[in-house]
């Protein structure tokens, strides 16, 4: 198969698709990979590498939507790829569709084989490929809350933990899954007040038991999730529904009755957000202002971090990679947790929740496989 890594161009947007050893992956079995150039020189990895590793080198993305079988990417495609994409080519990436109706309808029209990274589930349960970033990701909402915590970033001026004789800040993490247990290391960590809300009783339990009297848990209803922010200096939301929208947990009413200059980092925000009056915003311009309460809502937080990122990625995508490169997208669906990644297929919403929430008649992969005149690669 030809696989293709075009550069990411999504705004402040350093991660590549593949690095040079997932590369070496694919040629050592006999496939061929082509890279834009330059996809990963921002983070050190050359073209120089890619090409010590089999892959060959190509100037523009263009060429690659244009010949590759699949396309291996980080963020979702942007407008103008989604217009290269052609029928039957296969996209792996993280798409992110519910909250994003202009996407899904591009896809749609294209015809290819979309496949989501964070639908893919693992055979112990979780989102494997969603795993590593929601792991950056939540250790990154401590550290770009206790920044933008500081007067000159809009902030009340608040150092989380505090000194001798005086209190450290109050850290709410809505959530207790992958994103919300590395908040929480990190918030326990800078000697915060944290409290942790989730429906999940077990899940409490199990964070009770590692923490102790260090953190609070909290079952989550909405008097619970009130009480809590209202005392917050910062509040992480890390809610996941797999595929779809994120619920609206905090209300655009409880964020006008919260502390001056406190701060909220929806981490959920490529999911649509779990507060009401998030939107997305970027690195370039990370943070807006809404009832003095300041809004960190970047859509691509590990993308700040992009070399650690990277190669955390690739871990968790390179086996699917070589799956789909081996055997061909229809086959390689006999895989029942790479099958949950299919959103998207020529034509067809093959994701029920995505379906759901957007609108469209739902089309099962099941039923796609069936046919022998679909999947080709």
């Known amino acids: 198969m030809l696989v293709g890594v075009p550069k990411e161009i999504k705004n402040q947007e350093s991660r590549v698709g593949m690095t040079p050893a997932s590369v070496k992956e694919l040629t050592l079995r006999g496939h061929k990979v082509m890279v834009q150039k330059n996809a990963g020189a921002a983070i050190g990895l050359t073209d120089a590498m890619y090409m010590a590793a089999g892959a060959a080198i190509v100037d523009t993305a263009e060429e690659?939507?244009?010949?590759?079988?699949?396309?291996?990417?980080?963020?979702?495609?942007?407008?103008?790829?989604?217009?290269?994409?052609?029928?039957?080519?296969?996209?792996y990436t993280y798409l992110h569709l519910a909250p994003d109706p202009e996407q899904t309808a591009a896809l749609v029209k294209s015809?290819?084989?979309?496949?989501?990274?964070?639908?893919?589930t693992g055979p112990n349960g979780g989102l494997p490929l969603?795993?590593?970033?929601?792991?950056?990701?939540?250790?990154?909402?401590?550290?770009a809350g206790a920044a933008h915590l500081e007067k000159s970033k809009g902030g009340m001026g608040l150092l989380l933990g505090g000194v001798p004789g005086v209190a450290p800040g109050h850290i709410a993490i809505i959530g207790a899954g992958v994103v919300g247990t590395n908040a929480l290391q990190m918030a326990v960590g800078i000697g915060a007040r944290v409290t942790i809300i989730d429906k999940n009783v077990d899940r409490l339990r199990q964070l009770d038991l590692v923490y102790?009297?260090?953190?609070?848990?909290?079952?989550?209803?909405?008097?619970?999730?009130?009480e809590t922010v209202l005392d917050a200096d910062l509040v992480i939301g890390g809610v996941l529904v797999p595929g779809a929208a994120a619920p609206k947990l905090v209300t655009r009413d409880m964020i006008s009755k919260m502390k001056q200059g406190a701060v909220v980092v929806d981490v959920a925000i490529d999911q649509g957000g779990c507060f009401e009056t998030s939107h997305a915003t970027t690195h370039e311009k990370p943070t807006y202002v809404v009832d003095g309460v300041v809004h960190y809502c970047v859509a691509n937080m590990p993308g700040a971090v992009a070399r650690t990122s990277t190669f955390a990625l690739n871990n968790a995508t390179i086996g699917h990679a070589v799956a789909l490169a081996d055997r061909g997208w229809k086959a390689a669906m006999?895989?029942?947790?790479?099958?949950?990644?299919?959103?998207?297929c020529q034509g067809n919403v093959t994701y029920e929740a995505v379906a759901r929430d957007l609108g469209y008649p739902y089309v099962s992969a099941d039923s796609l496989l069936a046919s022998p005149e679909q999947g080709r690669s």
């Open 64 to 91: 690659i939507f244009a010949t590759a079988d699949m396309i291996v990417k980080v963020k979702e495609p942007q407008p103008q790829e989604c217009a290269m994409l052609r029928e039957n080519q296969i996209l």
């Open 111 to 120: 015809g290819a084989v979309c496949i989501a990274y964070e639908t893919i």
């Open 130 to 143: 969603l795993a590593p970033m929601s792991e950056v990701a939540g250790r990154m909402s401590i550290q």
């Open 212 to 226: 102790g009297n260090r953190v609070t848990t909290l079952y989550s209803n909405a008097a619970s999730i009130e």
């Open 334 to 344: 006999s895989n029942p947790h790479l099958k949950a990644g299919l959103n998207v």
